[in-house]
């Protein structure tokens, strides 16, 4: 008798949480797991990742508040009479009330990372709800342990019922570039350019806005040969972004690669990578680019102080500080062979802690 396991995240756009739950879903022993996923939003992109047949289900969840949400999410709980429901996130939390709605006994809540509006978690109503449904949930899962500590300590969930669980990453997907030259070539970039790349949805939790004031500032340093700023990802902030690009006088500098299937051939032609956000549980994309040898540049929020190891495989920076960024760019910029121990060591580092083996084996142990 397969384990069959309900899980409730908030949609199938394309984001970080979105494509760990894919990894989960395809790597899973398909002999003792079998899945379905309902979406609070809508599905999206991110489903056509999926290489097995898995039913999903989208609420039409809008803008504000919705008190019959659990009730309608409960209906198709007990049609699907999942043996686990897994919600993920503040915004399937309605998932839990609806899997006890519904029967449900076996209940994982997991928390992955937090969102513009309370990069700290110090919204006292959402603590409250968490821990009142706390008794109800059989054990939460977070990727970093800053997250681990905030339940603990700061929401107040009993210990033994928090375990952290770091993503893992596809090391044989996600590879060094056999010749950066020419990875760069075939996207129609000069292979002598020196690019500096980020990966993910323009959102505010990501503070692009840092980063294109640090790289403005780094390409002005760097006259004589040609620097670029890849940003590959699309969101609400991208329109913002291209008017503070032509504002910076960086436009003809910065390449918006838009949403992307096949993002790692992209990794291979970068030579730093960057992720400026103000809050972040574990971050894919840093793992991604670790496992294609790129050193990164980071702030040391939530878990990216788990990932990159300060001075050995890049530089972790405060938020916001576009200054210090734009020195570790030039840093990189006038030392190629640290460029290149770095982006080694983040791949051995990456082999070695974070494989998406690790990870899947981690969670079947849960289920």
Same mark, same amino acid.
């Given at each position: 008798?397969?384990?069959?396991?309900?899980?409730?995240?908030?949609?199938?756009?394309?984001?970080?949480?979105?494509?760990?739950?894919?990894?989960?879903?395809?790597?899973?022993?398909?002999?003792?797991?079998?899945?379905?996923?309902?979406?609070?939003?809508?599905?999206?992109?991110?489903?056509?990742?999926?290489?097995?047949?898995?039913?999903?289900?989208?609420?039409?969840?809008?803008?504000?508040?919705?008190?019959?949400? !659990?009730?309608?999410?409960?209906?198709?709980?007990?049609?699907?009479?999942?043996?686990?429901?897994?919600?993920?996130?503040?915004?399937?939390?309605?998932?839990?009330?609806?899997?006890?709605?519904?029967?449900?006994?076996?209940?994982?809540?997991?928390?992955?990372?937090?969102?513009?509006?309370?990069?700290?978690?110090?919204?006292?109503?959402?603590?409250?709800?968490?821990?009142?449904?706390? !008794?109800?949930?059989?054990?939460?899962?977070?990727?970093?342990?800053?997250?681990?500590?905030?339940?603990?300590?700061?929401?107040?969930?009993?210990?033994?019922?928090?375990?952290?669980?770091?993503?893992?990453?596809?090391?044989?997907?996600?590879?060094?570039?056999?010749?950066?030259?020419?990875?760069?070539?075939?996207?129609?970039?000069?292979?002598?350019?020196?690019?500096?790349?980020?990966?993910?949805?323009?959102?505010?939790?990501?503070?692009?806005?840092?980063?294109?004031?640090?790289?403005?500032?780094?390409?002005?340093?760097?006259?004589?040969?040609?620097?670029?700023?890849?940003?590959?990802?699309?969101?609400?902030?991208?329109?913002?972004?291209?008017?503070?690009?032509?504002?910076?006088?960086?436009?003809?500098?910065?390449?918006?690669?838009?949403?992307?299937?096949?993002?790692?051939?992209?990794?291979?032609?970068?030579?730093?990578?960057?992720?400026?956000?103000?809050?972040?549980?574990?971050?894919?994309?840093?793992?991604?680019?670790?496992?294609?040898?790129?050193?990164?540049?980071?702030?040391?929020?939530?878990?990216?102080?788990?990932?990159?190891?300060?001075?050995?495989?890049?530089?972790?920076?405060?938020?916001?500080?576009?200054?210090?960024?734009?020195?570790?760019?030039?840093?990189?910029?006038?030392? !190629?062979?640290?460029?290149?121990?770095?982006?080694?060591?983040?791949?051995?580092?990456?082999?070695?802690?974070?494989?998406?083996?690790?990870?899947?084996?981690?969670?079947?142990?849960?289920?």
């Amino acid at each position: 008798m397969k384990t069959r396991i309900l899980h409730v995240l908030h949609s199938l756009h394309i984001g970080g949480l979105e494509n760990g739950v894919i990894n989960l879903i395809n790597n899973l022993d398909d002999k003792r797991f079998e899945h379905a996923i309902c979406c609070i939003t809508s599905s999206g992109p991110m489903a056509e990742r999926l290489n097995k047949p898995v039913e999903i289900y989208s609420m039409g969840k809008g803008n504000g508040r919705d008190y019959l949400l !659990p009730f309608r999410l409960a209906g198709i709980i007990k049609k699907l009479k999942p043996d686990i429901v897994h919600t993920r996130n503040w915004s399937a939390i309605d998932g839990v009330i609806a899997a006890k709605l519904a029967g449900i006994k076996s209940i994982i809540h997991g928390e992955h990372g937090r969102e513009a509006s309370d990069p700290k978690g110090a919204n006292l109503i959402r603590k409250k709800i968490r821990k009142g449904l706390s !008794p109800w949930i059989s054990e939460f899962v977070t990727v970093s342990s800053e997250l681990r500590n905030w339940l603990i300590y700061d929401v107040g969930i009993p210990e033994k019922k928090v375990i952290q669980i770091i993503n893992g990453i596809d090391t044989g997907k996600f590879k060094p570039s056999e010749n950066k030259k020419v990875s760069k070539s075939k996207l129609g970039i000069a292979p002598d350019s020196f690019i500096v790349g980020t990966v993910g949805r323009l959102d505010p939790v990501k503070d692009h806005e840092t980063l294109f004031k640090a790289f403005s500032c780094f390409s002005k340093k760097n006259k004589n040969k040609e620097v670029m700023l890849m940003v590959v990802g699309t969101g609400s902030q991208e329109e913002k972004l291209k008017v503070l690009s032509e504002k910076l006088n960086i436009q003809d500098k910065v390449i918006f690669s838009g949403d992307r299937e096949d993002v790692y051939p992209l990794y291979q032609c970068m030579d730093v990578y960057v992720l400026s956000s103000i809050a972040e549980g574990i971050s894919n994309t840093i793992l991604e680019a670790m496992a294609c040898s790129l050193p990164v540049v980071a702030t040391k929020v939530g878990g990216t102080l788990e990932l990159v190891d300060d001075g050995k495989t890049g530089f972790l920076i405060a938020p916001g500080q576009y200054n210090d960024l734009s020195e570790k760019l030039f840093f990189y910029f006038n030392n !190629p062979s640290l460029v290149g121990q770095h982006g080694f060591n983040g791949r051995l580092r990456v082999e070695e802690k974070f494989s998406l083996l690790q990870m899947v084996q981690k969670y079947e142990e849960i289920y």
